[in-house]
C-alpha cells in the first residue's frame, strides 16, 4: 500500500504530532511538497501533504486561513504540515479552527525534523510499495502462465479472479461468454454484452470501463486480438479500483489470452484449409476420400443429414461475410456442434448439421440484417435443403439457386425448400425477363393504342380460357368470330402461331411478367 499520513505520524524519526483532521489520516499521499506560496493550489495535483512555514501567509486572520485552507481541500491536498519554532513558535489557532472546519488533517512538524525527511520519508515508502507491487505482479504473472499451460482459459480466469479479488469472464467474438470464474459471474458477464458487442465495433485494442449489472461492481473490458476486428473479449469485475499489482495481473491476463486466440487463429485457419479439401471432394462426388480426409476434425458432421448454406457479398464487405461465418461457429460451439466454413473470395461456403445451432444462428443473423435493412454491404445469403455426402453437389446447387433468387428479390437470406414450395411468378420479376416480355407484346400493345383493337386483352383472355373460343369471347363480351379475327391479328403481327405450345407459355409469362407488382 502507498504511505498514508497515518504511517507518517507513526514514524518514529519524523516525531510528526497531529493536530487537526484525526479521523482522516488513512488517507494515502502521493506526495510531500514544500511551498511558500500564499496560493500554491495552481502547482497542486492532489494527494499532496503540502509542508509550509507560513512565511508569506497571514496564519492568525481566521478569514484568510478559512480561505486557504478552503482552497487545499478543493485542490485534493490530503494534509497540511506546519513547522514549529521557524515564523511562529505554535500553529495559530485560526490555522487549527480553519482544518478543523474543513476536516483536512494538520500536522505539527518540530523544528529539528526538516522537511527534506519527510519527503525521503514518503518517496521511500512510494518506492516500497512500488517495488512490491511490481513483485507481485511478476508473481501473478507467472501463476497466471502456468495456469494458461496446464488448464487453459479456465484456469487463467481463476488465478486473475483470486489476484484482483473480483471475477473476470472471457467472451467469444459474438460477445457470448466462453468462460467465468468464479462460477456465479457467468450470468453476471452474460448481462454485459451489449457493452461487449459495443467494444468490439471500435478497432482493437480498445478498453472500457463500464458499471456492473444493478452497479454492484465496476467492470473493464478488454478486446482480444491482433487483427482490426477483435477475436474475444475480457471482463474483470472488482468492488474498487484496480491497485497497481491488480493491473499488472490484468495485462499480463490480456498477453496471455491474446497469445491463446491468435493461436487458436491460426489454428482455425488450418482447419479451414481441411475443411475446403473436404469441400472439394464432397462436390467432386468422393465422400468417403472426403471422410478419409475430415477424420475426427469434421467426421461427425458427414454422419448425419446437413445443410449448405452459400453466402456472397460485394468487393468491399468482407466484415459482412465474418460476422456470418463468427455467427455459425459460436452457436456451433456453444451447442458443441462441428461446423465447416470456407471462405471463397467474396463468397462464404458454411456446411452445418440440419436442425442445429449454427444454420438457426445463420437465419438469425440475417433475419436482424434484414429487420435492420442494413443492405448496404449487399449480404445474400442461401439455404439448401437437407442432405447427405452423397448429394453434397445437388445440396450445393440448390444453395446457389436460392442465392440468386434472394439476390433478384432483394432478401438478404432465401431458403431452397421455400422457392419450391411457393410460386414461380415472383421470379418474374427479375429485370431481364420483364425486358423479354415487354418486347414480346410491344408490337400488340402498339396495335391497341392506334384504337383498331384490344388484342393484348383478347390474347389475355383466349391464354386464360385455354383457346376456349365461346367461354373467352363471353369474359370480353363479343363475338366468337370477332375473337377468332384478333386472334389472327395477333398472330400475324408477331408472326408466330399460336398453335405453338412454347409461343403460348411464353405469351403467357410475359402478360404475368408485366403485370407482377
Same mark, same amino acid.
Given at each position: ?36 506560496? $500564499? ?32 482552497? #487545499?481541500? /478543493? ?10 519554532? @521557524? ?34 520519508? @514518503?518517496?521511500? $515508502? ?78 482493437? &485494442?480498445?478498453?472500457?470501463? +463500464? ?44 498477453? #496471455?489470452?491474446? =497469445? ?21 471432394? =464432397?462436390?467432386?462426388?468422393? &465422400?468417403?476420400? $472426403? ?5 475426427? =476434425? ?39 456442434? @462441428? ?66 433468387? $434472394? ?25 431481364? +425477363? ?9 408490337? #400488340? ?21 385455354? /383457346? ?8 370480353? /363480351? ?11 391479328? +395477333? ?27
Amino acid at each position: 500500500m502507498p504511505p498514508t499520513l497515518a504511517s507518517l505520524v507513526h514514524h518514529s524519526a519524523l516525531k510528526l504530532t497531529v493536530r487537526a483532521g484525526e479521523d482522516r489520516l488513512d488517507a494515502p499521499v502521493r506526495w510531500a511538497h514544500a511551498s511558500e506560496l $500564499a496560493d500554491p493550489v495552481p502547482y497542486m495535483e492532489g494527494g499532496e501533504l503540502l509542508l509550509i512555514t507560513a512565511l508569506k501567509l497571514d496564519a492568525e486572520d481566521r478569514e484568510a486561513m478559512r480561505r486557504y485552507v478552503r482552497r #487545499l481541500v /478543493g485542490a485534493g491536498v490530503v494534509g497540511l504540515g506546519f513547522a514549529v519554532g @521557524v515564523h511562529y513558535e505554535d500553529i495559530p489557532d485560526a490555522l487549527v479552527d480553519a482544518a478543523r472546519e474543513e476536516g483536512l488533517p494538520l500536522l505539527e512538524v518540530p523544528r529539528r525534523t526538516p522537511f527534506l525527511a519527510i519527503s525521503k520519508a @514518503v518517496s521511500a $515508502a512510494i518506492a516500497a510499495d512500488q517495488y512490491r507491487a511490481v513483485t507481485a505482479g511478476f508473481a501473478a504473472q507467472r501463476e497466471l502462465t502456468r495456469q494458461a499451460l496446464t488448464e487453459g482459459p479456465e484456469g487463467l480466469l481463476a488465478a486473475l479472479a483470486a489476484q484482483v479479488d473480483g471475477w473476470a469472464a472471457l467472451y467469444d467474438a459474438s460477445g457470448a461468454v466462453v468462460a467465468a470464474a468464479p462460477e456465479w459471474a457467468g450470468r453476471r458477464a452474460a448481462r454485459l454484452t451489449p457493452d461487449v458487442t459495443r467494444l468490439r465495433e471500435r478497432p482493437a &485494442p480498445a478498453s472500457s470501463v +463500464v458499471a456492473g449489472p444493478e452497479n454492484e461492481d465496476r467492470v473493464e473490458l478488454h478486446s482480444l486480438g491482433t487483427g482490426r476486428r477483435p477475436r474475444a473479449a475480457l471482463a474483470v469485475g472488482t468492488a474498487a479500483a484496480l491497485g497497481t499489482a491488480e493491473r499488472y495481473a490484468v495485462h499480463s491476463a490480456i498477453a #496471455l489470452l491474446t =497469445l491463446i486466440t491468435e493461436r487458436s487463429r491460426s489454428l482455425h485457419a488450418a482447419e479451414q484449409r481441411i475443411g475446403a479439401a473436404v469441400l472439394r471432394m =464432397l462436390l467432386a462426388g468422393e &465422400p468417403d476420400h $472426403a471422410r478419409a480426409v475430415a477424420g475426427d =476434425l469434421y467426421g461427425g458432421l458427414l454422419d448425419a443429414p446437413f445443410r449448405i448454406i452459400v453466402a456472397a457479398g460485394g468487393e468491399t464487405n468482407g466484415d459482412a461475410l465474418g460476422a456470418l461465418a463468427e455467427a455459425a461457429e459460436a452457436a456451433a460451439a456453444r451447442s458443441g456442434e @462441428v461446423v465447416l466454413a470456407v471462405p471463397e473470395g467474396n463468397r462464404l461456403v458454411i456446411l452445418a448439421c440440419d436442425g442445429g445451432a449454427a444454420v438457426a444462428a445463420c437465419c438469425d443473423h440475417a433475419a436482424a440484417r434484414e429487420a435492420a435493412r442494413k443492405t448496404d454491404d449487399e449480404l445474400v445469403v442461401g439455404l439448401s435443403a437437407p442432405a447427405g455426402p452423397i448429394a453434397a453437389s445437388t445440396a450445393y446447387k440448390q444453395a446457389e439457386q436460392a442465392l440468386s433468387v $434472394a439476390r433478384r428479390r432483394g432478401r438478404v437470406l432465401v431458403e431452397h425448400e421455400h422457392m419450391a414450395a411457393g410460386s414461380v411468378l415472383p421470379l418474374l420479376a427479375d429485370d431481364a +425477363v420483364r425486358a423479354f416480355a415487354d418486347g414480346l407484346l410491344r408490337a #400488340l400493345r402498339e396495335h391497341d393504342a392506334t384504337g383498331r383493337g384490344d388484342l393484348v386483352a383478347s390474347l389475355r383472355a383466349w391464354l386464360s380460357r385455354h /383457346g376456349q373460343w365461346d367461354a373467352a369471347a363471353a369474359d370480353l /363480351g363479343v363475338h366468337r368470330h370477332t375473337l377468332r379475327y384478333r386472334m389472327r391479328r +395477333v398472330e400475324e403481327i408477331l408472326g408466330r402461331s399460336l398453335d405453338d405450345p412454347d409461343t403460348r407459355m411464353e405469351l403467357w409469362l410475359s402478360l404475368k411478367a408485366t403485370t407482377t407488382e
